[in-house]
């Protein structure tokens, strides 16, 4: 082998696991991909970073927090984001492929009940959604749970979800319908969480889940219970950021290894004042209070 060949050998490894350079070598790439539901903000994170440095360029991409999370174990993302932690078998994966997830919690979101604005049930307790979407859940119509819907003369409930790759999926199911239980066959899987509030704005029977962020005029929000007793808590930034609201949770980004260099620069930058401040303004909740100056 010439020694020009074992050069361009060594260059390549070095430059593997870094963000890529982009045409002309000039900028640099940052791969960024994952949960439906952070996509937005990172979408506005990535537009902003712009500003703050045109040499460096955020490719953001969804799918789900189980499609960043097998592109961060693959090697082919540098930021993987999620709206659930890393499964045990995830990083053993990550680990026997040489990387070693580094977790940044970037937010907060209060995951939404959603039915149609028509509905006249506005609060639910855990139980009532359990048994809504629950493996052997007795609730199969909104008669069930003492209402008559206006436009829904079936009286069925329409079960809105999220495809099984979805972190809101995964989130729901742990925190809502409990350890060890799985969810009832026949509900409408949904691949987005925008898709999720579109059915239900459409549907007079239907009740979904999704971010908060996602909510629309077309749509009512319920407020949740741990019991009957209450108190029943509507989902807003602020009961997602006191822990008010029962089913609030963190969101993550997730790196290959430590962060260094351009990747670090961008979640420090994502963390400060400033990035938290578009997080607020997409409807999250964020991880400090920020600090918005005179």
């Known amino acids: 082998m010439s020694k020009w060949s074992v050069a361009l050998i060594l260059i390549a490894v070095a430059a593997c696991g870094r963000p890529s350079d982009g045409p002309g070598g ?15 903000v990172a979408q506005a994170w990535a537009e902003e970073y712009k500003v703050v440095n045109p040499d ?27 709206s659930r932690r890393l499964k045990d078998k995830e990083l053993e994966m990550a680990r026997a492929n040489g990387i070693e997830p580094i977790e940044f919690i970037v937010g907060y979101d209060a995951l939404a009940v959603y039915v149609h ?15 809504v979407y629950g493996e052997g859940g007795s609730f199969e119509s909104w008669s069930d749970l003492g209402v008559d819907v206006p436009g829904c003369s079936s009286a069925e409930i329409v079960r809105v979800s999220r495809q099984n790759n979805s972190g809101t999926y995964a989130y729901f199911k742990q925190a809502v319908l409990g350890k060890g239980r799985d969810y009832k066959m026949g509900s409408r899987d949904m691949h987005g969480s925008k898709d999720v509030v579109d059915l239900v704005g459409h549907t007079a029977c239907a009740i979904g889940y999704s971010g908060l962020a996602y909510a629309t005029d077309e749509v009512k929000l319920a407020s949740i219970g741990l019991t009957d007793a ?26 290959r290894g430590e962060p260094t260099g351009v990747v670090k620069e961008y ?13 607020s303004d997409k409807g999250y909740a964020p991880v400090k209070g920020i600090s918005r100056g005179d």
Request: hydrophobic share 40%; no cysteine.
């Open 26 to 40: 000039k900028r640099v790439v940052i791969q960024n991909k994952g949960s439906d539901t952070l996509v937005n």
């Open 56 to 82: 460096v360029a955020i490719a953001v991409t969804g799918g789900g927090s189980g499609t960043g999370i097998s592109s961060l174990i693959n090697g082919t993302v540098d930021i993987a984001n999620a």
């Open 117 to 131: 604005p028509d509905n006249p049930k506005d609060e639910f307790t855990l139980e009532e959604l359990a048994a």
């Open 230 to 255: 209450g108190p029943f808590v509507a989902p807003s930034v602020e009961t997602a950021s006191d822990g008010s609201y029962p089913i609030a949770r963190p969101l993550f980004m997730y790196t």
């Open 267 to 279: 979640l420090d930058w994502i963390l400060s004042d400033v990035g938290q401040q578009i997080l």
